[in-house]
């Protein structure tokens, strides 16, 4: 399916705006897109249906190119320069039936020169003579680059002594293929066979497979030239069909130059693998500050974790609010060495994506949020932790014997009253029976003591092997540590992948409109050695 060129630029320039203000490209990238050259042959003048070939004589200096204009038209409508062989204006040559009020606004009509004719066999023509571009007035310069983009062929003029100018060289290498081309060697009757000879192999190094070269003589000279045979081709290539063919090679040669900038901004953005080792620079990079926390937290760690073992009724009784209120330490734990460290990984981490040829600034707004929630995630982390550790001290087996010996504290000194009561009970019934003494003073110092002792042993244990308040707050605040650690780095995890989605995308959207560009369209360029010219004047 073929696109239209305007459609295409459209969306680019779409795909620029959001990218731009998503980050992915820089403001001198998304310009370059969002910078077309919308001038072209057929915006030159206001037609309907069918417009003239624009034809433009273009070369330096003195080589002739108003002097040949003037024979093309039969009179003197260009300045041949005398005292100074240079033109300073453009001229334009064209049938009186030809528009042009409708120029752009940089090629103002009161600026050029304009000549008509009633010559049918040229109403299809538009004939412009340009300034020389190697002129030393820069004015010149100008005009000929704003003219270029609305010329179909260039018939590019030389003669023996300045066809190897190295600027109009330079000009013909820039502007090549945007145009179809014909050459003259003017002023023949002062040349050489070996000079067109040189010229042709010239042109053969700059992509012209068989390059169309005339030999004219302009001036008072009856030295027999090609000028007539100029004239036949142009006359030749003013018809519909070759106006066409070179509006259709024109928009694909656009939408050409549009692809490789879209190919050149797929560089920018890098590989979709790129992101998977960011994963791994992330990974190491983290586990490298981690140890460095956890060597600095040692103090600090200690330090609250006393301090919890000193206030654990009030952290436990009141809100976290109220807590933390009344809790100068608890956000000592993540304090600005910490979170100086942290910055300085996930910085570390922006400078290795970075010499992964990757765009930074969408991972770097995004890495924004958790530059500011990490030390909420510590605190957060840390003091859930400490309330369960401090709630339960110990661990399950701990617990499960002191909860035993709970249970002993009260069985034991009821069973030994028990036992105590059963004697005196016993004790007394036998008495009566046996005319025995009654239970001695003996009996009531050893029950005592048995009664004593069956409370005393567990709450002796009890008191031993109570918990470290101080012991299960230091527990509790490093498994909150350890929480807090993996949160964060799961937090930027969460945040690569969701960049490396949004980077699939754009990298997707950007595709498409470059395969969109090279879609054809039906041109098809004309083989060298048919019967159209237009093959030779065209680099291949």
Request: with cysteine.
């Amino acid at each position: 399916m073929a696109y239209d060129y305007s459609e295409l630029v459209e969306k680019t320039k779409r795909w620029a705006e959001q990218a731009l203000s998503a980050g992915w490209i820089s403001t001198e990238t998304a310009q370059t897109l969002c910078d077309f050259d919308a001038r072209t042959p057929e915006a030159l003048f206001n037609h309907n249906g069918s417009r003239p070939l624009i034809v433009a004589f273009m070369g330096g200096t003195g080589v002739g190119k108003s002097s040949l204009l003037n024979r093309l038209a039969g009179k003197a409508i260009a300045k041949a320069g005398i005292e100074r062989p240079t033109s300073r204006e453009v001229t334009l040559f064209h049938h009186r039936d030809v528009a042009i009020q409708h120029l752009p606004e940089k090629l103002p009509i009161e600026k050029i020169i304009i000549a008509q004719h009633d010559d049918a066999a040229k109403k299809n023509i538009v004939w412009i003579d340009m300034p020389d571009f190697d002129s030393t007035e820069q004015s010149n310069k100008a005009q000929v680059f704003e003219w270029l983009p609305h010329i179909d062929v260039l018939i590019y003029v030389v003669s023996p002594e300045r066809y190897r100018d190295e600027k109009a060289w330079r000009l013909l290498l820039s502007e090549g293929n945007r145009h179809a081309w014909l050459f003259v060697l003017n002023q023949w009757d002062r040349g050489q066979q070996a000079q067109y000879e040189d010229f042709k192999q010239q042109l053969g190094k700059a992509g012209f497979v068989e390059p169309i070269i005339f030999k004219t003589v302009c001036g008072e000279s009856s030295y027999p030239d090609e000028f007539a045979a100029l004239q036949s081709t142009i006359l030749s290539l003013s018809n519909k069909n070759v106006v066409a063919e070179l509006e259709q090679r024109g928009t694909q040669i656009r939408k050409d130059e549009l692809r490789q900038k879209l190919q050149a901004i797929q560089q920018i953005l890098g590989s979709h693998s790129a992101f998977k080792k960011a994963e791994e620079k992330w990974q190491i990079q983290w586990h490298s500050t981690a140890n460095q926390l956890q060597q600095g937290f040692a103090w600090p760690i200690q330090k609250l974790a006393a301090y919890y073992a000193d206030h654990a009724a009030d952290l436990i009784g009141n809100s976290a609010d109220g807590a933390n209120r009344s809790n100068p330490s608890a956000n000592a734990l993540w304090d600005d060495w910490a979170q100086a460290r942290f910055g300085d990984a996930l910085d570390e981490f922006i400078v290795k994506v970075d010499e992964l040829g990757l765009p930074v600034t969408p991972l770097k707004n995004q890495l924004a949020a958790v530059r500011t929630k990490a030390p909420k995630i510590v605190q957060t982390q840390s003091e859930l932790y400490v309330r369960q550790a401090l709630a339960n001290p110990g661990n399950v087996l701990h617990r499960s014997f002191l909860k035993f010996i709970r249970f002993c504290e009260i069985i034991l000194p009821l069973a030994a009253i028990s036992w105590v009561g059963y004697q005196v009970f016993v004790g007394y019934y036998d008495s009566n029976t046996t005319h025995d003494h009654y239970l001695g003073v003996d009996f009531a110092v050893h029950s005592g003591l048995l009664i004593l002792i069956s409370w005393l042993i567990p709450w002796f244990i009890l008191k031993k092997l109570k918990p470290s308040l101080e012991k299960s707050a230091l527990r509790g605040i490093n498994k909150g540590l350890d929480v807090a650690v993996n949160m964060i780095d799961s937090e930027v995890l969460k945040i690569i992948e969701t960049v490396t989605g949004l980077h699939t995308a754009q990298l997707k959207q950007i595709t498409q409109i470059a395969e969109e560009c090279s879609a054809g369209d039906g041109y098809k360029p004309a083989k060298t050695g048919s019967d159209n010219p237009l093959a030779r004047m065209l680099i291949s």
